[in-house]
């Protein structure tokens, strides 16, 4: 039997649109051009609108702007700060000054918010926090902002009279500079700048912006074409006794039927001016059928591929993501078998072939990891110390320590050695990183600091030393937290470094106690870190146990971390010590209390962290 070729997607949806096309485009050619229209119109308005908002605000700006130059025009003058020794001289001045400029007014506020001269001389002495409108200028004095603009208010002694005001921080914090002018002067000076804000502003290629005063006198327009014309020349009326906010007209200005915008700033109009013959010349080819024509197409295009997509591409393709999601959960035996189509005939192949390829490889890697984990955990275990005792003709103390990696290769280690014949020096440490970075890391934090410690230093001294030499070529940015003692085998005295790692407990008459002694910084962690030595007095019998924070951090399936409190509460044995066992005496059996109290914790759940303990006793010199 011949087998059945596969329909390609692209055939068929080629096919159906070329169809679909023909269609939209005999039902689009008869729909008309009002939808455009509307748009042309709207667009025409925004722009309007767009232009006549940046003009009024611009207005408003630059007055504001000239009274901020004002400003500092006198700082530059010599009011630069509060504090003028002569102030009873200045502020005479100033009077005089506003008795011969009576529509400007300054003064000179303090970091107190007081009045301390003034060009009013009712104003000096006056707290500026008593009066409402004075009091908004107090966001000077607290830093939030260097200049403020308050708009049009009455003066406090004339309720007939307004002013705007404006103020500027000192910059040495001593104050702030304030002027004043009147409601006549600054409508004066937003006449100035209302007088050149349309100049040379074009809306489109015709469209134009008029400025009027309150006399209805144009007195800007673009390239002062209508300057000193009234505006009742022009065709557009305006009533004085209305509120223009923005407001929208279709009429006729200088003869052109227009679309007109009309904002009122203060006493001066703002009037954008756009040709209706503009507006839709651009538009007027387009209108009897592309717009609609447009819509009616893709709205077409848009169902039919919708249609088309779902019966089939989208029904497959769930098939295959649910086959693929039973993939990445972990189930590599799942078979795609989706044959619709050509082309779903050929991904389904290709992601069986892939994942069967996948299978292989994951193999391949699990067995390289494996195996270069054992032979890393083979190594890692051939550099910690596993004999114990480890010093047996050593009579004066017992000594065990043990690590359980979380994985085959951890980060934590421990070390101990003899310095001379009567100093026992002992590390508990924990590497940032774990598996085969932690452990290469690891194996060089071992080896500096125990040369470094075989050389003679102090605790303090070798984790200086060590700190710096880890920290060069430390591009991983990895860590060491360590714990280190020295303990005098004749007195018992322990001298003590600390980088960052978990304090010890210390077991004495059955009671256990954490070594409260201050940490330093991490190890690798800073160049400049300076270790600071304590020490630790240890009397007959007491016993000494060092951890990782794998032992307190221990967590169990509830999220419960097994922490140090359970720890403590753990090696308080009272007079119920543990058996010795062999020559290791009393230092194993705690070490395995605690390593069966943590797994009875955790009841199964999986280890998160290296955990690594450390015990010693002393048994004192005799």
């Known amino acids: 039997m011949k087998k059945r070729s596969k329909r390609r997607i692209a055939v068929i949806m080629t096919v159906w649109l070329v169809v679909i096309v023909l269609v939209a485009c005999g039902i689009s050619a008869a729909l008309t051009y009002f939808t455009l229209n509307r748009r042309s119109e709207e667009q025409s308005m925004s722009l309007l609108k767009q232009n006549v908002e940046d003009v009024s605000i611009d207005v408003g700006q630059m007055a504001d702007a000239s009274l901020m130059y004002y400003i500092d025009t006198w700082i530059e003058s010599g009011f630069s700060t509060c504090d003028i020794?002569?102030?009873?001289?200045?502020?005479?001045?100033?009077?005089?000054?506003?008795k011969e400029e009576p529509?400007?007014?300054?003064?000179?506020?303090?970091?107190?918010?007081?009045?301390?001269?003034?060009?009013?001389?009712?104003?000096?002495?006056?707290?500026?926090?008593?009066?409402?409108?004075?009091?908004?200028?107090?966001?000077?004095?607290?830093?939030?902002?260097?200049?403020?603009?308050?708009?049009?208010?009455?003066?406090?002694?004339?309720?007939?009279?307004?002013?705007?005001?404006?103020?500027?921080?000192?910059?040495?914090?001593?104050?702030?500079?304030?002027?004043?002018?009147?409601?006549e002067t600054y409508f004066d000076e937003i006449n100035v700048q209302a007088k050149y804000s349309s100049t040379n502003r074009r809306i489109g290629e015709k469209g134009y912006l008029l400025v009027c005063d309150d006399e209805l006198k144009i007195i800007n327009s673009f390239h002062n074409e209508h300057d000193n014309q009234m505006l009742s020349e022009?065709?557009?009326?305006?009533?004085?006794?209305?509120?223009?906010?923005?407001?929208?007209?279709?009429?006729?200005?200088?003869?052109?039927?227009?679309?007109?915008?009309?904002?009122?700033?203060?006493?001066?109009?703002?009037?954008?001016?756009?040709?209706?013959?503009?507006?839709?010349?651009?538009?007027?080819?387009?209108?009897?059928?592309?717009?609609?024509?447009?819509?009616?197409?893709?709205?077409?295009?848009?169902?039919?591929?919708?249609?088309?997509?779902?019966?089939?591409?989208?029904?497959?393709?769930?098939?295959?993501?649910?086959?693929?999601?039973?993939?990445?959960?972990?189930?590599l035996d799942v078979k795609i078998d989706v044959r619709e189509t050509y082309e779903f005939n050929l991904l389904s192949d290709d992601i069986n072939a892939t994942v069967d390829k996948l299978k292989d490889y994951i193999a391949d890697a699990e067995a390289r990891i494996d195996a270069d984990l054992a032979v890393a955990k083979a190594?890692?275990?051939?550099?910690?110390?596993?004999?114990?005792?480890?010093?047996?003709?050593?009579?004066?103390?017992?000594?065990?320590?043990?690590?359980?990696?979380?994985?085959?290769?951890?980060?934590?280690?421990?070390?101990?050695?003899?310095?001379g014949n009567d100093t026992l020096g002992f590390l508990i440490a924990d590497v940032s990183g774990k598996s085969i970075p932690?452990?290469?890391?690891?194996?060089?934090?071992?080896?500096?600091?125990?040369?470094?410690?075989?050389?003679?230093?102090?605790?303090?001294?070798?984790?200086?030393?060590?700190?710096k030499k880890l920290c060069e070529g430390n591009d991983a940015q990895m860590f060491v937290t360590a714990w280190m003692g020295y303990l005098d085998l004749n007195t018992g005295e322990v001298h003590i470094a600390n980088a960052g790692h978990n304090p010890p407990m210390l077991i004495r008459d059955g009671k256990a106690k954490k070594v409260a002694v201050r940490p330093n910084f991490v190890l690798a962690g800073m160049t400049r870190t300076v270790y600071k030595e304590h020490t630790l007095q240890m009397q007959k019998g007491d016993v000494l146990y060092l951890y990782t924070d794998?032992?307190?951090?221990?967590?169990?399936?509830?999220?419960?971390?097994?922490?140090?409190?359970?720890?403590?509460?753990?090696?308080?044995?009272?007079?119920?010590?543990?058996?010795?066992?062999?020559?290791?005496?009393?230092?194993?059996?705690?070490?395995?209390?605690?390593?069966?109290?943590?797994?009875?914790?955790?009841?199964?759940?999986?280890?998160?962290?290296?955990?690594t303990m450390v015990c010693i006793r002393y048994l004192g010199s005799d």
């Open 379 to 419: 190594i890692q275990c051939s550099v910690l110390p596993t004999i114990f005792p480890p010093f047996p003709e050593y009579k004066q103390f017992e000594l065990f320590a043990t690590m359980s990696p979380a994985k085959q290769v951890g980060g934590d280690f421990y070390d101990f050695y003899m310095l």
């Open 550 to 611: 794998g032992v307190t951090e221990a967590m169990n399936t509830n999220f419960e971390l097994y922490g140090e409190t359970r720890l403590e509460n753990l090696l308080s044995f009272g007079e119920n010590y543990p058996e010795p066992s062999g020559e290791n005496g009393i230092t194993q059996p705690v070490c395995s209390i605690v390593a069966k109290d943590i797994a009875k914790f955790t009841a199964g759940a999986e280890q998160s962290d290296d955990i």
């Open 438 to 467: 932690g452990a290469m890391f690891m194996m060089t934090a071992k080896t500096v600091i125990k040369s470094l410690a075989e050389s003679g230093l102090s605790p303090a001294e070798v984790f200086n030393a060590a700190n």
């Open 85 to 98: 020794e002569d102030r009873e001289t200045i502020t005479k001045d100033l009077i005089q000054y506003g």
């Open 103 to 183: 529509t400007i007014e300054i003064n000179v506020i303090d970091k107190n918010g007081i009045i301390v001269m003034s060009s009013v001389s009712e104003y000096v002495g006056i707290d500026i926090s008593s009066k409402e409108q004075a009091a908004e200028f107090k966001c000077l004095l607290d830093g939030s902002t260097e200049e403020f603009v308050l708009p049009l208010v009455q003066t406090l002694y004339d309720e007939n009279r307004k002013m705007k005001y404006a103020g500027k921080r000192f910059e040495d914090g001593s104050g702030f500079l304030q002027v004043g002018i009147t409601e």
């Open 234 to 331: 022009s065709g557009l009326e305006i009533d004085k006794d209305k509120e223009y906010s923005l407001t929208q007209e279709k009429t006729k200005v200088f003869g052109t039927s227009s679309y007109v915008i009309i904002n009122q700033v203060s006493n001066f109009y703002i009037i954008g001016v756009f040709p209706v013959k503009e507006a839709i010349a651009s538009t007027r080819t387009m209108m009897s059928a592309s717009l609609i024509l447009e819509f009616v197409v893709f709205s077409i295009l848009f169902i039919s591929l919708f249609v088309l997509i779902r019966i089939l591409i989208v029904k497959n393709l769930k098939k295959v993501n649910n086959s693929l999601a039973e993939i990445t959960q972990g189930n």
